[in-house]
C-alpha cells in the first residue's frame, strides 16, 4: 500500500490563528482524507514555530517568559484545528526536546562535515523578515519582504554551504525527483537559481537573540529560526534519530513514527502544504539542507495562494484579519471548510468576504446538496414506510438516472463511456485532480454529481408517478438515495461530518469506504431512513446599507430624475446574473404558460428554470441559445417542478416577453454586472 505524509507550516506563535492558516490546514487535512478514499496509508502533521526573534518580541510585549507565551499561544492552535474537524497524526513544537535534539545532531553533523563553516559579516539586517539583505535587495532602504526598518550589523556567524548544492537542487527540480505544483512555482524557483546561490547564515548570536536552540559547537550563539523549524519534518517522523524520543513524547503511535523504519517509510511520501510567501525556505533552503545532511530533498509541494480581503493580503498591521474562530461559531466548521476549499482554486488569491461565504452555503450546500437529501428522504418517509425501497424486478432506471450512475462510476474511474455533453464543463476522474492537487476541481466535479441527481428527482418526477406507477418512483428513489450516498461519500475528505450524517439519513450504516469498495448497488433494500430535520439552513448576509448622502443642494445643471423605488448599490450588487446556455427546453403539460428550461452555467453547473414564456417562445426558440439568469433567487416549486433561477426578459409596451441575450461571445457562467 502506498504513502501519503501530508505536512503544513508550522506556526508561528506571534499571534492567534486566522483564516490563511486554517485554509493551508484544511486544505492538507482534505488531501489526506482523499489520499486515504484512494486506499493510501497516510500520516498528517502540522505544529507550532517557536524560536527567533519574533516570538522573543511578541513575548516581550506581554511581559511573559518565551516558553510560558509559546506554551499558551501553541495550545490556541491546537485547540483551533479539532473544533474545524481537522484531523492531524501529530502537532509537532519547536521547542519540544525532541525536536531540539535533532536540530543539534543534524548541525553537529554539517559542522563535522566542513558543511558548516565561520566568517565575519556585515549586511542589513531585518528583524521581521530575520535575515540579513544586501544594499541591492533593499526597496527605499527597507526590508524588501516586510516593508519595515534595516540596521547596519557586523558579526562573526556561522554559514551553511548552501551555494554547493546549487545544481543538484535545480537538476531535482529539473527531473521531476522534487515536484512543486502549481508549476508556475516551480519556474520562479529555477528562475531564483539562474542567479548564484550564496551560503546560508544559519546562527544568531545570543547577545542579539537568545531565544532558540543553542549551537551544538558553540553556545555563544543560537540557531536561525528556519534551519530549527524545517527540521520539524523529520522529527515528526522520527528521522535523526528522533524515533525513541517520539515513541516517549507520542505514546503507542502503532509504529507509525516510532520505529526505527519510520522515517524510511513515511520520507519518500512527503507532502508538504504551504502559502507562496514561504516558498524560497522550503524549495531552496530546505531540499539542499537535505542534500548537505545525505537525505533526499523532498518529492512534492504545493504552493498555496492568499487569501484576499479588497484585494489587498490580510495582515495583522492592517487589522483585517478574518478570524476562523467567529466564522466557524456564526456558520458551523463545515460551512466554513466548504467555502475556503471550493472558492479557491489551489495555488491561487482569492477574495474572503463573508458574504461569498453565504452564498456558497446556499447554492452549493444549501440548494443542491441539502434539498438533495431532504426531498429524496421525505419520499422515503411518505410513500415507502420509511425504508429504502426494494428495487422491483423488470424496471430499468430512466436514461438520466443511467447517466448519473455512470457519471459516478467514471468518477470513481471506472472505465465508463462517459460522456461531458450534459455538463457543460469538463469532469475528470477523482484521483486524477487529488493527484494533481486541484481540490476546487475535485469537488466541482463530484457536485456534479449531486446536481445530476437533483435533475433525476425533476426530470423522473417520483412525487408524481408514486401515485400512478410505484414502481416508477421506487427505482427513482432507490437509485437517487445510493447515489447520494456515493456522493456523501466522495465528499468526506472536504466535510467529513456532514458526510457522515448524511450516510446516515440515506439508510447506510457502514461508514465511509474507500473510493474501490465505493459501489453503487451496495446500498442495502429495506434499510431504516431516519427521519432528520434540513441539514444546511439558507442564511442571510446582511450588508448594512450605507445611508445615501444627500448633498445639500443639487447641482443646478443636475438634471431632475424622478426615480420610482430607489435602491443602495449593495442591493443591486445581491443579484447574482450570469450568461446561460439553454441545453434543453420542452413544455410543461397542463400549463398553458411554463416552458422547462435546462440551463448551463459552466462551471456552477445546471439549472432547470420554470419560465413562463410558452405563448411567447417555442422551445426551438430558446435551445442552444444564450440567456441572462438571475441564479440566487429562492428556487420556487411551480407545478410541482422546481425552479431554480429565473430567466430575464424585455417585457414591451404590448406585451411581448423577449429574451435578454448577450451581445457577444459571453461563455456560460459569465457574471454579469
Ligand atoms: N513559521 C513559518 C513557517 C515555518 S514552516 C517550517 C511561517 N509561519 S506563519 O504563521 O507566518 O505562516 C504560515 C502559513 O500561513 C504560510 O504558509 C502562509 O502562506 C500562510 N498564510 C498566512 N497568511 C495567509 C493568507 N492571508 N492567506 C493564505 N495563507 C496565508 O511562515
Excluded at 519574533?54 to 485547540?79: I, M
Aim: glycine share 6%; aromatic share 8%.
Amino acid at each position: 500500500m502506498s504513502r501519503f505524509y501530508a505536512t503544513t507550516p508550522i506556526y508561528y506563535v506571534n499571534g492567534k490563528p486566522h483564516v490563511g492558516h486554517a485554509y493551508c490546514t484544511a486544505v492538507a487535512d482534505t488531501s489526506r482524507r482523499f489520499e486515504q478514499l484512494l486506499g493510501r496509508q497516510t500520516y498528517f502533521v502540522t505544529g507550532t514555530d517557536e524560536h527567533g526573534q519574533k516570538v522573543q518580541e511578541a513575548a516581550e510585549r506581554r511581559g511573559v517568559e518565551p516558553q510560558a507565551h509559546c506554551d499558551e499561544l501553541s495550545q490556541t492552535f491546537r485547540d483551533l484545528w479539532p473544533t474545524l474537524n481537522i484531523a492531524p497524526d501529530q502537532f509537532i513544537r519547536t521547542t519540544e526536546p525532541r525536536h531540539k535534539a535533532v536540530v543539534r545532531r543534524a548541525l553537529q553533523k554539517l559542522w563535522d562535515d566542513g558543511l558548516i563553516e565561520q566568517r565575519s559579516f556585515a549586511g542589513w539586517y531585518s528583524t521581521a523578515a530575520e535575515r540579513y539583505w544586501t544594499e541591492k535587495d533593499l526597496i527605499d532602504g527597507k526590508c524588501p519582504d516586510s516593508g519595515q526598518e534595516v540596521t547596519w550589523l557586523e558579526e562573526a556567524n556561522y554559514f551553511f554551504l548552501m551555494s554547493r548544492f546549487q545544481q543538484p537542487l535545480i537538476d531535482a527540480i529539473e527531473s521531476g525527483k522534487m515536484k512543486i505544483l502549481p508549476a508556475k512555482r516551480a519556474n520562479e524557483v529555477l528562475g531564483f537559481l539562474r542567479e548564484p546561490l550564496l551560503d546560508l547564515c544559519i546562527s544568531r548570536p545570543k547577545s542579539r537573540l537568545s531565544w532558540g536552540i543553542e549551537l551544538p559547537f558553540d553556545d555563544d550563539y543560537v540557531t536561525y529560526v528556519w534551519f530549527d523549524a524545517l527540521m520539524n519534518y523529520v522529527t515528526a517522523i522520527g528521522g535523526f534519530g528522533a524515533h525513541q524520543d517520539n515513541q516517549e513524547a507520542l505514546g503507542d503511535t502503532g509504529d507509525a513514527v516510532g520505529s526505527e523504519k519510520s522515517f524510511e517509510q513515511w520520507w519518500p511520501h512527503v507532502c508538504h502544504f504551504l502559502g507562496k510567501d514561504i516558498l524560497t525556505t522550503h524549495a531552496v533552503y530546505w531540499p539542499t539542507m537535505l542534500m548537505a545532511l545525505g537525505l533526499e530533498p523532498p518529492r512534492q509541494y504545493v504552493v498555496t495562494g492568499w487569501w484576499l480581503v479588497d484585494n489587498t493580503k490580510m495582515s495583522k498591521s492592517l487589522g483585517n484579519v478574518v478570524d476562523p474562530l467567529s466564522l466557524k461559531d456564526k456558520y458551523g466548521p463545515e460551512v466554513l471548510r466548504w467555502f475556503l476549499l471550493r472558492e479557491m482554486a489551489v495555488g491561487q488569491d482569492a477574495n474572503f468576504s463573508e458574504a461569498a461565504l453565504v452564498k456558497r452555503n446556499n447554492t452549493d450546500l444549501a440548494n443542491d446538496l441539502g434539498n438533495l437529501v431532504q426531498r429524496t428522504t421525505v419520499l422515503v418517509h411518505k410513500h415507502f414506510d420509511s425504508k429504502v425501497p426494494a428495487l422491483p424486478a423488470g424496471r430499468e432506471p430512466s436514461a438520466i438516472l443511467s447517466s448519473a450512475i455512470d457519471l459516478a462510476n467514471y468518477l470513481r474511474g471506472q472505465e465508463v463511456a462517459f460522456e461531458a455533453t450534459q455538463t457543460d464543463h469538463q469532469v475528470w476522474p477523482v484521483a486524477k485532480t487529488v493527484q494533481e492537487l486541484k481540490l476546487h476541481v475535485t469537488l466541482a466535479d463530484i457536485m456534479t454529481l449531486v446536481q445530476r441527481l437533483n435533475r433525476v428527482l425533476a426530470s423522473d418526477a417520483p412525487f408524481k408517478t408514486v401515485k400512478t406507477d410505484k414502481d416508477a418512483a421506487a427505482v427513482t428513489v432507490y437509485h437517487t438515495l445510493a447515489g447520494i450516498r456515493v456522493a456523501a461519500n466522495l465528499l468526506w475528505p472536504a466535510i467529513p461530518q456532514t458526510s457522515e450524517k448524511i450516510l446516515q439519513r440515506v439508510g447506510w450504516t457502514r461508514g465511509v469506504v474507500s473510493i474501490d469498495e465505493l459501489n453503487w448497488h451496495d446500498l442495502p433494500t429495506g434499510a431504516e431512513v431516519p427521519r432528520g430535520s434540513a441539514m444546511f439552513p439558507r442564511h442571510q448576509f446582511e450588508v448594512e446599507a450605507k445611508a445615501p448622502k444627500v448633498k445639500a443642494k443639487p447641482k443646478k445643471s443636475a438634471p431632475e430624475v424622478q426615480i420610482d423605488n430607489p435602491i443602495e448599490y449593495v442591493q443591486f450588487a445581491a443579484l447574482d446574473l450570469r450568461v446561460g446556455d439553454v441545453i434543453a427546453a420542452e413544455p410543461i403539460k397542463k400549463s398553458q404558460k411554463l416552458l422547462r428550461l435546462e440551463v448551463s452555467l459552466g462551471a456552477l453547473g445546471m439549472r432547470q428554470i420554470l419560465a413562463g414564456v410558452a405563448q411567447h417562445l417555442q422551445p426551438e426558440q430558446l435551445v442552444g441559445t444564450k440567456i441572462q439568469v438571475l441564479t440566487n433567487l429562492k428556487p420556487r416549486k411551480l407545478m410541482g417542478l422546481w425552479s431554480q433561477g429565473m430567466m430575464m426578459l424585455a417585457e414591451t409596451e404590448d406585451g411581448r416577453l423577449v429574451p435578454m441575450r448577450p451581445d457577444g461571445d459571453a461563455p456560460a457562467g459569465s457574471k454579469i454586472a
